[in-house]
C-alpha cells in the first residue's frame, strides 16, 4: 500500500471511530461496519448491521420481549434456565419446542454473568440483554469482549425491578422493533396495550366505593415468597385505580414480605393469589389453618386466583388479564361484559400469536375462586 493510500485508510478509521461509527467483527472472523445507529434503553450509542436475522437475550425478561416484539425466528441461542419447566412463563408455555437444540448462550438467572465464550456459539448478530445483566457486566465490555453489539433493553421499569409499567413496555417495544425490522408489529401491540390501559381506566377511575384487597404469594427473587410475599404499589392495581392493603403502610415501591398480624388487622375483603405460588400458600395453610381462617376473606370464601405475574420475566399478558379479573370481581357492575376466557384468548393472540391458556390449566387452576383450596 502506497504511504498516501495508508493514510487516508487510518485518517477514515480515526474518523468513523470519532463518528461512533465503531468496528466490529462477526463470528467468521470478518469486519463489518455497523450500518444503523440505535440508542438502547440505557442511552448508548450502538451501532449494528442493517439487516438482522440472528440474536441471543440475556437476562430475566428479555427472551419475553423479544417474542413479543416479533423476533421468535431470530433467536439463535438460548439460556439454559430457559429450558426447564418454566410453565408461568407465557412465552415458555407458548414456544419452548422451539428452544430445544439452540445453542447455550450461558446458565441465565437474575444473578448470572454474561459468558462470552458461550455467546459466541450462537454466532449473533446483535446481543440483547436486559438492565440486570448490565449492571454486573458492563455492556461495552461485553461489547469489547464478544466484537459483536450489545443492545440493553429494560425488562423492568427504571428502579423496579420486578415491576413493567405500561410505558416503560412500550418504550422497550420500540426500541426491539427498531433493531428487530418489526417496527409493524410493536407498533400494532404498543396502539393495543394503550387500548387496554385506556379501557380499565374508563371503567374504573369514578368508583365511590372500593372494597378492600391483597394480592398474596407473589414470587420475586427465589420464586417461593408464600402468602406474605406482595408488592407496594402492585402495577396490576394501578391499571385499575385500586390500592392494596399494603399501600397504606407508606412504604416505598416494591416486594416486600408482610407481618401476618397486619392482615388480621387491616382484614382485607378479597384475597387474590399468584397461582405461581399456589401449592406454596395451601402448605402454610396447612400448617397454620387456624390463622388464616381468621381473616374474613378466607372465611367468606373470597379468595380467588391469578396466572402468574412474574416468572423470571413479567407476563405482561397476565398483567392485564389479572387486573381485567380482579376488577371484575371488585367492581362487577363495570365488568360486566367481560368475558375472562374470551379475553384470555384476545390478549394471548395479540402479544404470542397463540392462546395458550389451556396450556396454563395444566398446571394452575387459573382465573377462578380458589377458596375451596382453603376449608374454614
Not at 438502547?40 to 440474536?55: A, F
Not at 410505558?167 to 418489526?182: A, D, I, V
Not at 396447612?286 to 420475566?313: D, E, H, T
Not at 395458550?356 to 382453603?374: M, R
Request: include cysteine; proline fraction near 5%.
Amino acid at each position: 500500500m502506497k504511504r498516501r493510500d495508508f493514510i487516508i485508510a487510518i485518517t477514515s478509521l480515526a474518523l468513523a471511530s470519532i463518528a461512533g461509527g465503531v468496528i466490529y467483527f462477526d463470528n467468521e472472523g470478518n469486519k463489518y461496519c455497523g450500518e444503523v445507529k440505535i440508542i438502547d434503553s440505557m442511552g448508548r450509542t450502538v451501532y449494528v448491521p442493517k439487516e438482522i436475522n440472528k440474536v441471543v437475550a440475556l437476562g430475566p425478561g428479555t427472551l419475553g420481549m423479544i417474542i413479543y416484539a416479533g423476533g421468535l425466528d431470530k433467536i439463535s441461542g438460548i439460556e439454559q434456565i430457559e429450558l426447564r419447566n418454566m410453565w408461568g412463563q407465557d412465552c415458555w408455555l407458548a414456544y419452548h419446542d422451539k428452544f430445544k437444540g439452540l445453542p447455550i448462550v450461558g446458565q441465565g438467572g437474575p444473578n448470572a454473568t454474561p459468558d462470552p465464550s458461550a455467546i459466541l456459539t450462537a454466532k449473533p448478530q446483535v446481543i440483547i440483554e436486559d438492565q440486570l445483566y448490565a449492571q454486573v457486566m458492563d455492556p461495552n465490555q461485553l461489547q469489547e469482549e464478544t466484537k459483536i453489539p450489545v443492545i440493553v433493553v429494560y425488562t423492568f421499569s427504571p428502579k423496579r425491578i420486578g415491576e413493567l409499567g405500561p410505558n416503560t413496555f412500550k418504550s422497550s417495544m420500540s426500541l426491539l422493533g427498531e433493531l428487530l425490522g418489526t417496527t409493524d408489529r410493536t407498533n400494532e401491540l404498543n396502539e393495543y396495550v394503550n387500548s387496554l390501559v385506556n379501557d380499565l381506566n374508563s371503567r374504573t377511575s369514578n368508583i365511590s366505593y372500593r372494597p378492600s384487597v391483597y394480592v398474596g404469594g407473589l414470587p420475586y427473587k427465589t420464586g417461593s415468597e408464600g402468602f406474605l410475599g406482595t408488592d407496594v404499589d402492585f402495577e396490576v392495581l394501578n391499571l385499575i385505580n385500586t390500592k392494596s392493603v399494603v399501600d397504606n403502610l407508606g412504604w416505598s415501591p416494591g416486594f416486600y414480605n408482610i407481618d401476618f398480624s397486619y392482615l388480621l388487622r387491616t382484614q382485607p375483603e378479597f384475597v387474590f393469589i399468584d397461582e405461581g405460588n399456589l401449592e406454596t400458600v395451601i402448605s402454610e395453610f396447612s400448617q397454620n389453618k387456624q390463622q388464616f381462617c381468621s381473616l374474613n376473606a378466607f372465611k367468606n370464601g373470597n379468595v380467588y386466583g391469578l396466572l402468574p405475574y412474574r416468572w423470571y420475566q413479567v407476563n405482561v399478558t397476565n398483567q392485564f388479564l389479572s387486573a381485567y379479573y380482579i376488577g371484575k370481581n371488585l367492581y362487577p357492575d363495570n365488568f360486566t361484559d367481560v368475558d375472562i376466557f374470551s379475553l384470555a384468548n384476545e390478549i394471548y393472540i395479540k402479544f404470542l400469536g397463540i392462546n395458550i391458556y389451556s396450556n396454563y390449566l395444566k398446571y394452575a387452576p387459573g382465573y377462578v375462586n380458589i377458596s375451596g383450596n382453603f376449608q374454614c
